[in-house]
């Protein structure tokens, strides 16, 4: 399995694409408005430049991918009004994975231009996209060309699948069944990438430059945490079944493990200073109850009601099966995943209530030292 392939939200504009189902999403960017608006005006503040440029690192498409970006360039460009000074030129640089769709974010540009320029209501600079297609644990971009890197919901995903886990027998992720070895492998794996990520970044950023991230993590110490692991454990059980009735062979299902790993605050701050390229100005947990965006329909950013927005309430099912399923079709096949879906499906309804649902996030805004 190429994961630089199958890495990526499902694509298309169908009911079960990532586009129809990312208001989870949504609402974290929602929540990390202000901190993102903070870190920009800071470092135009404090740089300066005739030119500013962004990166988004892990944009996918549909709705959100542009909603960042509006953002950044508007608080930039409330700071030049009020300062009564020209605004900048913005270079922004949108990054995700080949098989991500770009066709789709391409395809949305100049409607978002033409909504950037009529809010904005004032003579912006000029600005400039560009595809970035890659992966952000390598460098993607020349030395000191970035102001201001966001990232939000990517950098849970591993660069690889950790070696030696085939024998997480019965499992997908972790699971209080996991031998420890293949716990260890999961950590080591994750400590690698979360260094590299940041040394890459603290080389194509600016001195002063600011990276904003959030991950999906963890609220409690242990790896193995409830909260973060069941989603995959009600899918290893439908995996499991099927292997039972001959559907899936055995070492099909012990060969496919998936490379995230969702970690604490503190292992986020030890890898951080332990890196040393950035100063921490914020770094903090939160959770998202998923009952909550039944009724929330992302219309701060909007007038429009977005698709996500549905009658009978938010399906968390459909939101995980835009993110899993390119990974499952990729090394199963697209029956035997359409299949798993919907077994995953009915496991959902008993073993992940939704009042119940929570995803822990950590965010963290960053300045790179000089």
Request: with cysteine.
């Amino acid at each position: 399995m190429d994961l630089k392939q199958v890495i990526h939200m499902k694509g298309g504009d169908g009911k079960e694409g990532y586009a129809n189902n990312s208001l989870l999403q949504r609402k974290v960017i929602s929540l990390t408005r202000s901190l993102r608006d903070e870190a920009i005006t800071d470092v135009y503040r404090n740089t300066n430049p005739e030119s500013l440029g962004i990166a988004d690192l892990g944009c996918s498409y549909g709705a959100n991918t542009f909603l960042v970006i509006a953002e950044a360039i508007k608080a930039v460009e409330k700071f030049c009004q009020e300062q009564k000074q020209k605004s900048p030129e913005y270079k922004v640089f949108l990054n995700d994975l080949p098989g991500n769709d770009f066709n789709n974010v391409f395809m949305s540009f100049d409607a978002f231009k033409k909504n950037l320029i009529s809010e904005v209501k004032n003579q912006m600079g000029p600005f400039y996209f560009f595809g970035a297609p890659g992966s952000f644990y390598d460098r993607l971009f020349p030395n000191k060309s970035l102001h201001f890197v966001h990232s939000s919901y990517s950098l849970q995903f591993l660069s690889k699948v950790p070696d030696g886990v085939h024998i997480n027998k019965g499992n997908v992720y972790l699971n209080k069944t996991s031998p420890p070895d293949v716990l260890k492998a999961y950590i080591e794996q994750y400590k690698s990438d979360l260094s590299f990520f940041l040394k890459c970044r603290a080389e194509e950023l600016v001195e002063g430059g600011r990276l904003v991230v959030t991950l999906i993590g963890r609220i409690g110490e242990d790896p193995i945490y409830k909260e973060c692991c069941l989603v995959w454990d009600v899918m290893s059980m439908g995996l499991n079944d099927m292997v039972k009735e001959g559907i899936i062979k055995e070492e099909s299902m012990s060969s496919f493990n998936i490379p995230l790993y969702y970690p604490s605050q503190a292992e986020v701050k030890k890898e951080i200073d332990t890196q040393g390229s950035f100063d921490i100005n914020y770094l903090e947990t939160s959770e998202v109850n998923l009952s909550e965006l039944d009724n929330w329909d992302g219309s701060e950013f909007t007038s429009k009601k977005p698709e996500t927005a549905k009658d009978d309430g938010y399906s968390v099912e459909n939101c995980f099966r835009a993110v899993a399923e390119p990974m499952l079709t990729g090394h199963f096949g697209e029956s035997v995943t359409k299949e798993a879906f919907s077994r995953f499906m009915k496991n959902a309804v008993d073993h992940m209530p939704k009042d119940k649902a929570k995803i822990s996030n950590i965010t963290m805004s960053l300045t790179r030292k000089p």
